[in-house]
């Protein structure tokens, strides 16, 4: 049998195995009689604070809507921000929990800071739809190697240089986030630096950065799935295009390097690995240490377990059902 199909059937079979194990989790756990979970026994009420990364606020606001919809007394307060204000903000006491796009620094750790994976995505790179090259790239894709010389390098400063052909004289204008954030940082990640290494021009929030992109024919930059993709159509959102990547280096998108189109054939990507981690990445929620309040200890044993449905709706990626039975029971154990 050809290697490619032997891997795709893997890949199909380990898809099939984890989907089945997220659902016997999730199904075990809701029957499971927990005297220390009482979310769906006794109404909740107060407040819960939340400072949120952009790549996680559409789903948390998908996963309090619900929460505050069985217990009506609950009162969220969500706001949307860079990876560094949710850590200064969860840190600093200032809210009860925060969403983060990216792995907690051992020095976040060393200062109480705790997570817990709520969802996965990925960072994609991005251009205008009026992009000279746009039908080049879309063939041809952009190798890692290429990215790293754009972001970090030299040698690459004309759509030209970066497609291979002399005549194409347009400059490259490289956009990066100003802010501190989880997109940046796995973005760097995956150059091999940092994202203070990243140099280019700095928008501050998902939102410029696209709208950035989206207005300059020859801009570049990088930006979240949900952010990229149009959650209505599935599709790229109007105006841009998203920057395939050349995984084997052979100068063309191949057959399994081609799942850019829609939403749902970017997840299935991620969700198999055949999109790279990094950018892949995990999205966590955050507290100064395990939390003690009960609205909020209860919030969270929800999402991770009756509120998981709510990722794939939201356009994301569930986590591993192993993660989150380790998760549950950190918050279970008082």
């Not at 948390?60 to 919809?69: S, V």
């Not at 850019?260 to 997840?267: E, G, K, P």
């Amino acid at each position: 049998m050809h290697p490619a199909k032997v891997l795709r059937q893997r890949v199909f079979i380990k898809s099939t195995v984890f989907g089945l194990a997220i659902f016997i989790m999730l199904m075990t756990w809701r029957g499971r009689p927990d005297k220390k979970s009482t979310a769906d026994q006794e109404a909740l009420e107060g407040r819960i604070s939340i400072s949120a990364s952009f790549a996680l606020y559409p789903l948390i606001l998908k996963l309090a809507g619900e929460f505050q919809a069985v217990h009506p007394g609950l009162r969220f307060d969500i706001s949307a921000c860079g990876a560094s204000k949710s850590v200064s903000d969860t840190l600093n006491g200032l809210t009860d929990l925060g969403g983060l796009s990216r792995e907690i620094y051992p020095q976040e750790r060393d200062r109480g800071l705790w997570s817990v994976p709520i969802a996965r995505d990925a960072v994609l790179a991005i251009i205008s739809a009026d992009n000279p090259c746009r039908q080049v790239l879309s063939r041809q894709g952009v190798t890692r190697n290429i990215f790293v010389r754009l972001w970090i390098g030299e040698g690459i400063r004309t759509w030209g240089d970066l497609i291979g052909v002399s005549s194409i004289s347009q400059p490259i204008h490289v956009y990066t986030r100003a802010d501190s954030s989880g997109a940046g940082e796995i973005w760097a990640q995956f150059l091999g630096a940092q994202q203070e290494n990243l140099r280019g021009i700095g928008v501050h929030g998902e939102s410029w950065m696209a709208g950035a992109v989206k207005n300059d024919p020859f801009g570049i930059g990088y930006t979240n799935l949900n952010f990229a993709y149009d959650t209505r159509t599935q599709e790229p959102v109007p105006g841009i295009l998203i920057v395939p990547i050349d995984l084997n280096e052979n100068g063309q998108i191949d057959l399994d390097e081609d799942f850019y189109s829609t939403r749902l054939r970017m997840l299935r990507a991620i969700a198999s690995e055949d999109y790279p981690s990094p950018p892949s990445r995990d999205l966590y929620l955050i507290s100064r240490g395990i939390p003690k309040q009960k609205r909020t200890r209860e919030f969270l044993i929800w999402a991770l377990a009756r509120g998981q449905h709510l990722v794939s709706e939201a356009g994301y990626i569930p986590i591993p059902s192993r993660v989150l039975e380790e998760a549950l029971h950190s918050l279970s154990v008082r």
